[in-house]
């Protein structure tokens, strides 16, 4: 039994349609990420899930039971939110216990949950002071251990790190990453950063528009997208697109590209596509970290590299990697180097690109094309 099974999910605001025939299921255990863009309804789904917002048409149910009707305090979850929520005049050991008093939970069993909750969240010293006496990631914290000391069916996180900077949003993403290892529970956490729905889920639903386009496992979802949507929305720096045509080279599947001068380069496909579109045409998809410096030692290391020369525009150290723009044909293109064999602004590079890991696209419907050895 699935610790949330969202069924057929619809939420409409007067004429306007949020949310479209939702359909999600968290198995008990789960880490699942709702990630979209603003506006997708990934925070509405959210709110309908702890019983914020009322179901226009479809099913929530909670390890089973059916809670369309139920109140938010008897549906046994947890919420974290994005502003942390707690009680100014409130200290943290307060702002914990609060909801446990409210229930007449006894002393000894709030004292023994607030003892096993501050430990695991390493707050213990943090218990006697106010908000205002807190960092943003203490703050965080006592609202993670608010949630906790419940000890819930169903966590919910709606957008907990946006509020923090850079070094402290990717150092709480580690001890909540950690948390849900240590605690197990069955977690819905919605962000806009594809990086944290990357590293902390163990099953993205990426939304747009109200939909979800694409519910599988992290590397699936970036390896195989479900269509060019998700394709450019998972990913930083996003996946080049090319519009092509399939053609053969030497009987071996590829595809035509057009390039600045007016002539096509033909890139041999890795596999065969599953089916080609009526008239033949294609979007043709690349992950930055798909390009490389072309030489024939690295030729002969990767047996899938197209090789074609494109001009350099913009050149980007970060440190770690260099992003450069280059240009083929009309569109320009994002690749991430080495810095020992990043390209210099201006250059004519001899550029490879592995198609062992092209995508191929209907440029009609937008639909990721499946493709099988050939």
Known sequence: MA???????YKRFGPVEVLKGIDLEARTGEFVALVGPSGCGKSTLLAMIAGLETVSEGEIRIDGRLVNSVAPKDRDIAMVFQSYALYPTMTARQNMTFGMESRRVPKAEMDAAIKRVSALLQIEPLLSRKPAQLSGGQRQRVAM???????????LFDEPLSNLDAKLRVDMRTEIKKLHQRVGKTTIYVTHDQIEAMTLASRIAVM???????????????DRPANMFVAGFMGSPSMNFIPGELTKIGGAPAVAIALESGETAALQL?????????????????????????????????????????????????????????????????????PDHAPRLGELMPLGIDMSHACLFDPKTQAFIPQAAA
């Open 3 to 9: 610790a949330l099974s969202v069924s057929r999910l």
């Open 145 to 155: 251990g608010r949630a906790l000391v419940r000890d819930p069916k169903l966590f």
């Open 208 to 222: 747009h528009q109200g939909a979800i386009q694409q519910f599988d496992e992290p590397q699936v979802v970036y």
């Open 270 to 338: 890795a596999q065969m596509p599953a089916f080609r579109p009526a008239d033949g045409k294609v979007v043709l998809g690349f992950r930055p970290e798909h390009l490389f410096r072309y030489s024939e030692n690295l030729k002969g290391q990767k047996q899938a590299l197209a090789m074609l020369t494109a001009p350099v525009e913009v050149v980007e150290p970060t440190g770690a990697e260099t992003h450069a723009v280059l240009k083929i044909g009309e569109r320009e293109i994002v690749g991430r180097f080495d």
